[in-house]
C-alpha cells in the first residue's frame, strides 16, 4: 500500500446539491470539463452514482449524483430524509448550490433541515449561484440569512454560467479532500470530446437493455452533432451490428428497444449538459468488424461462426 504521504495525492467524493434549476449541472460541467471518464458511467458509490471527475494540483474531486431528493414533495420523515440523501451522505464534502435572486425558498429551507441530519460530519460549503442576477447588498443579506441558518464551512459566489468564482471553489474543494491516493487512474479521465461521451452513454444503454446478448458486438458512433439556434442539439448516432441478425435485437419488437434505449440515452445526456437534446438512432450491420480478430481475442471472446 502506498502512503498518501509519498505521493501527496487526496482524492474524495464531493456532492452539489440544491433545488432543480439552482445550477448543478452548469455547475459541475465548468469544474469538471470535458474531463469525465468513461468510467463514470459504471461505476457506482454504494449509493450515489458518479458524475465527473475534476483534477486540481494533486487532488482528484469525484463529483456524485444525489438523484430524486429534491423535486418538491410533501415533508419527508428522517428516516426517508437519510435515505433518500444517498448521494451527499456518501459525500466528504457537500456543496449547497442557491440561487442568488430566489433566496431561502421553501425548497431550501426543506434542505436545510435534511443538512441537520446529512451534514453531520462533513463539510458542507454554501455556494450562491447567479449572482450576475442580483445587485451587490442582496448578495450580502443572503450571505448572512443563511449562514444563520446553517454553519457553513464557507461561502461562495458563484455564477456557474459565467464562471465566476467557480475556479475559488475548486480550490477550496481540493484543499478540503482528505489525503490518500487517487480513486481513479489518471488515464481513465482522459479530456474525451462530447461526442464520445454521448456514445458511450447510448452504449451503455444498449448493454444494459440486452444484458448478455450481444455485449461486445456492438459501436456506437455519434455521426453528426448540430447546434440549434434555441440552445438544444441534435445528435445522429449509429449503432453497428456485426450481422444482419443483431438488427433485429437491437430494434425489438416493432423498435421498441431501439426507442427505450434512445429515451434514456437522451435524459442522461440532457441532464449532463443541461439542455435539450435531440437524438436520433440507426442501427447499422458492419460486417467487416468480424476482421478485427485481435480486439476480440484481447476481450477474451471468440464471435467466429458457431461459437456465438
Ligand atoms: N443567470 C445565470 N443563469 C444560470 C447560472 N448558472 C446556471 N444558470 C441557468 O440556470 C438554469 C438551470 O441550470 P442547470 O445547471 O440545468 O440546473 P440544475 O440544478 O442542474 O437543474 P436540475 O437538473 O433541474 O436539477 C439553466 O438555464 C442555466 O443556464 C448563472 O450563474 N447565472
Known amino acids: 500500500m502506498s502512503s498518501p504521504e509519498s505521493t501527496g495525492q487526496s482524492a474524495g467524493f464531493i456532492a452539489l446539491i440544491g433545488e432543480p434549476n439552482a445550477g448543478k449541472s ?16 459504471k461505476v457506482q458509490t454504494t449509493r450515489a452514482r458518479i458524475r465527473g471527475v475534476a483534477m486540481e494540483g494533486n487532488a482528484q474531486l469525484v463529483f456524485v449524483d444525489t438523484p430524486g431528493l429534491f423535486q418538491p414533495r ?39 433541515e435534511g443538512l441537520a441530519d446529512v451534514g453531520q460530519g462533513r463539510k458542507v460549503a454554501l ?19 443563511l449562514n ?12 456557474a454560467e459565467k464562471g465566476h468564482g467557480v ?3 475548486r480550490k477550496w474543494l481540493a484543499d478540503e479532500l482528505p ?35 450481444l455485449p ?13 439556434p434555441d440552445g438544444s442539439a441534435r445528435v445522429d448516432q449509429l449503432v453497428y451490428v456485426v450481422r444482419d441478425g443483431h438488427k433485429g435485437i437491437v430494434l425489438g419488437n416493432k423498435g421498441e428497444t431501439i426507442k ?20 436520433f438512432l440507426q442501427v447499422k450491420v458492419r460486417a467487416n468488424w468480424l476482421e478485427e480478430a485481435e480486439r476480440y481475442t484481447e476481450m477474451g471472446l471468440d464471435f467466429k461462426d458457431g461459437n456465438t
Request: glycine residues 6%.
Open 127 to 145: 455556494a450562491i449561484n447567479k449572482i450576475d442576477r442580483v445587485e451587490a447588498p442582496v448578495l450580502l443579506g443572503l450571505t448572512q440569512k
Open 167 to 169: 475556479d475559488v471553489l
Open 216 to 228: 461486445y458486438q456492438l459501436t456506437v458512433e455519434t455521426e453528426n452533432w448540430e447546434e440549434r
Open 74 to 112: 410533501r415533508r419527508l420523515d428522517r428516516a426517508m430524509v437519510a435515505a433518500a440523501w444517498g448521494g451527499a451522505s456518501d459525500a466528504d464534502v457537500v456543496v449547497l448550490l442557491i440561487e442568488a435572486h430566489r433566496g431561502v425558498t421553501e425548497g431550501v429551507e426543506r434542505i436545510l
Open 260 to 279: 427505450a434505449v434512445g429515451k434514456a440515452a437522451r435524459e442522461e445526456l440532457e441532464e449532463f449538459l443541461g439542455r435539450r437534446i435531440h437524438l
Open 26 to 41: 452548469t455547475l459541475l460541467n465548468r469544474m469538471v470539463g470535458a474531463k469525465v471518464s468513461i468510467v463514470t458511467h
Open 148 to 159: 444563520e441558518l446553517y454553519p457553513f464551512a464557507e461561502t461562495f459566489m458563484i455564477s
Open 179 to 213: 489525503e490518500g491516493p487517487w480513486l481513479y487512474p489518471e488515464d481513465q479521465i482522459a479530456d474525451l470530446p462530447m461526442r464520445m461521451i454521448a456514445a458511450e452513454m447510448t452504449r451503455e444503454k444498449l448493454t444494459l437493455r440486452l444484458h448478455q446478448e
